[in-house]
């Protein structure tokens, strides 16, 4: 489709340039029922998705930018919209060990590795192939010592808009040496829109199919314990808003500043694609389903969003959205019981992540 064809009110030349030879361009997903996913190739940053409420509504339910500049500048500091990895969250001292050899990455988050470093998949500048008008096809190529990390991986990442309103992420690398893979998707949702300001994400009611979760430190790095949910603010099981214990004096919400945590999602076998979490606004109707073949939801509400300023001069102070990542959990090499994110030679990695968008009936 022409880019210039967009609902959500953006300019394809704001995200045209060149970084380091490659080609920057706006791109955009459109379905029969009127959603729209608009996406840049840098750091594969979803910019815009626009669902619609229970009175036909449509608005954008992600935080999003302008333009490139801005989008790079806010996902290289917030990580917003953009693919993560080679490895998600957090490594304690930067530091792994594969087949005897330990291996050290610059750290960006004292005492841990971010995301990554300050280079990871967030700023990279994806090949993109628009194979219709609902589907991209985004490819990167991560050399062998690139970031610290051994081996020459392809990866590609799969971008659906479907007709049954779902934003579909597949994941799919193979490397040439072994490695650890571990990515995600860094989105950050408010359901009943974005504004000025956007308004907070305490009152949007959760649900998470999870009986654990991991417990972090001072430094919000895992502690390498795998807790029960009960008698906690952690207990999704059942609806509850995001704000209605956030400000509990539990350690936990300290240390994260609120939530910031990996869940232990519940599987009846690894890898199978089930249901993970349920999100509503109760103010719009908007509802989102999170489904994954992953073991782990990361739910971080947004605690440090400082105000920044985004697309269409919309605002984003703390807590106005929330990421629900899908991944294996953080800090595997430090904690091997953890489910195994080494990717061997040759194997090949697959992941699927669904935000499922319809209106509570």
Avoid at 107 to 131: D, Y
Avoid at 206 to 227: K, V
Wanted: hydrophobic residues 30%; aromatic residues 10%; proline residues 5%.
């Amino acid at each position: 489709m022409n880019n210039n064809d967009n609902l959500t009110g953006l300019r394809p030349e704001r995200f045209q340039t060149l970084i380091e030879g490659h080609k920057t361009d706006l791109y955009v997903l459109q379905n029969k029922n009127g959603m729209e996913v608009c996406i840049t190739n840098y750091g594969g940053i979803v910019l815009s998705i626009l669902a619609p409420d229970s009175h036909g509504e449509f608005k954008n339910v992600v935080i999003g930018f302008d333009s490139i500049d801005d989008a790079i500048l806010q996902s290289n500091q917030f990580y917003i919209g953009a693919i993560i990895g080679p490895v998600a969250g957090r490594v304690l001292h930067g530091a792994f060990c594969i087949n005897g050899k330990t291996y050290q990455l610059p750290m960006n988050s004292l005492p841990n590795l971010l995301h990554s470093g300050k280079n990871g998949f967030h700023t990279k500048v994806w090949k993109a192939k628009q194979l219709s008008s609902n589907q991209i096809q985004l490819t990167h190529t991560h050399y062998d010592g690139e970031d610290g990390f051994p081996g020459n991986m392809l990866i590609t990442v799969m971008y659906t808009l479907t007709e049954s309103n779902s934003f579909r992420i597949e994941y799919e690398a193979v490397s040439d040496q072994d490695t650890l893979f571990n990515p995600t998707h860094h989105a950050y949702f408010n359901l009943a829109g974005t504004g000025n300001p956007t308004s907070t994400i305490e009152n949007h009611k959760m649900m998470i199919d999870a009986d654990f979760y991991l417990p972090i430190d001072e430094h919000t790095n895992n502690t390498g314990e795998i807790l029960t949910v009960n008698n906690t603010p952690f207990d999704f099981r059942q609806y509850h808003t995001i704000g209605e214990r956030i400000h509990n004096p539990d350690i936990q919400l300290q240390y994260g500043h609120g939530y910031d945590h990996c869940f232990v999602l519940r599987k009846t076998t690894a890898h199978e694609l089930s249901h993970a979490a349920t999100c509503i606004s109760p103010e719009c109707g908007r509802k989102m389903d999170v489904y994954t073949t992953e073991p782990g939801l990361i739910m971080y509400t947004g605690n440090y969003l400082p105000g920044i300023r985004g697309m269409h001069d919309t605002s984003y102070p703390r807590r106005s959205a929330l990421c629900l990542e899908t991944q294996c959990f953080p800090d595997t090499p430090q904690n091997p019981y953890f489910p195994d994110i080494l990717l061997k030679k040759g194997e090949i990695y697959n992941q699927v992540s669904i935000y499922q968008f319809s209106i509570v009936s």
